[in-house]
């Protein structure tokens, strides 16, 4: 399951709230991306994620598979986009 969101949060470069963001993905039994252009990285890695820009106004694209994948792009996106 994809969708592409529009990131809008805010201090999203700092790292306080990408490892929240991680921390939100590994609750989730899916495996869960996030890509951004023609990088895809592991939404559970905190390595990965911090080697995104995730600027507010860029677009991304949540990929997860499994069978709470719905749940994981929904939360992942309210995290994204608020």
Do not use: C, W
Request: proline residues 1%; neutral net charge; hydrophobic residues 45%.
């Amino acid at each position: 399951m994809k969708k592409e969101v529009k990131i809008n949060m805010k201090d999203s470069t700092e790292a306080t709230p990408i490892a929240h963001l991680v921390a939100l993905a590994n609750k989730y039994q899916s495996q869960i991306y996030l890509e951004m252009g023609k990088t895809r990285v592991n939404a559970k890695s905190i390595m990965g994620m911090m080697s995104l820009v995730l600027v507010t106004g860029s677009t991304a694209t949540i990929d997860a598979n499994g069978d709470d994948q719905e749940q994981a792009v929904a939360a992942l996106e309210k995290f994204l986009t608020t």
